[in-house]
């Protein structure tokens, strides 16, 4: 049980165009999903904090009209990256909190973003 | 605000040899914490975690970790490598106040000799 899938794993994009990456909890429900950023050979940073049918809770400094969060249902969040630049482009990783109240988080495969 | 560092970027060890990867946090109380590890373009995978009880905790893998809360530590341990543990090794540390966020260290990059 607890797996986070992600969706695409790869893709690539021209600059300008926007970009949506899915998280989906396939085995349970989360009502909290966290969306970390990692560029290459670097740690992951959170971006932001999703919660199920609220507004997402952005960390300083990340645009929250360049990356729209919806956690629209207990088993799907969705990133977009709005007119995606090639300094978006980067490891894009979801993470959902543990419905059985362990602490942990279940993560997802990533998804890589490569903006041309 | 929690922070973790793990003071080694890089670290090569010789197969069947044993390791120690060293994770340092700061928090004001007793934090959640982690270790995962990453294969190359994969996700995170979770080893081990410790949230209060025994302070050597055992994982995934034949990894163990031992929380010492007067070093502010949570080193790695495993003793004997494996060419598959090659990996890229984060700690992190989750805040008890605030859901399950959690902070990651900069991560280790394990290379293992044949």
């Known amino acids: 049980g607890a797996v986070v899938s992600q969706h695409p794993s790869w893709v690539i994009c021209k600059s300008g165009t926007s970009v949506k990456i899915e998280c989906r909890s396939l085995?349970?429900?989360?009502?909290?999903m966290f969306w970390y950023r990692q560029f290459p050979k670097q740690s992951l940073m959170l971006m932001a904090t999703?919660?199920?049918?609220?507004?997402?809770?952005?960390e300083q400094g990340v645009e929250k009209d360049k990356f729209l969060i919806n956690h629209a249902s207990l088993t799907l969040s969705t990133l977009t990256v709005t007119s995606a630049h090639p300094e978006d482009s980067s490891f894009y990783i979801c993470?959902?909190?543990?419905?059985?109240?362990?602490?942990?988080?279940?993560f997802g495969e990533g998804s890589r973003l490569t903006v041309l | 605000a929690q922070s973790v560092t793990q003071p080694d970027i890089h670290i090569t060890v010789s197969e069947g040899a044993s390791l120690e990867l060293r994770c340092n946090y700061s928090?004001?109380?007793?934090?959640?914490l982690f270790w995962y590890v990453q294969s190359p373009g994969q996700g995170l995978q979770l080893l081990l975690k410790?949230?209060?009880?025994?302070?050597l905790v055992q994982g995934i893998k034949g990894f163990e970790a031992e929380f010492k809360r007067s070093q502010s530590s949570f080193n790695l341990r495993k003793p004997s490598v494996h060419w598959s543990d090659a990996a890229e090794y984060f700690c992190?540390?989750?805040?008890?106040?605030?859901?399950?966020?959690?902070?990651f260290g900069g991560g280790t990059r394990l290379m293992v000799k044949p």
């Open positions: 928090y004001g109380a007793t934090p959640y």
């Open positions: 410790y949230f209060s009880g025994d302070t």
């Open positions: 992190a540390v989750g805040a008890r106040n605030a859901g399950n966020m959690l902070t």
């Open positions: 999703s919660n199920e049918g609220s507004k997402a809770t952005y």
């Open positions: 993470s959902a909190d543990s419905p059985w109240a362990t602490g942990e988080l279940f």
């Open positions: 085995d349970f429900q989360a009502t909290t």
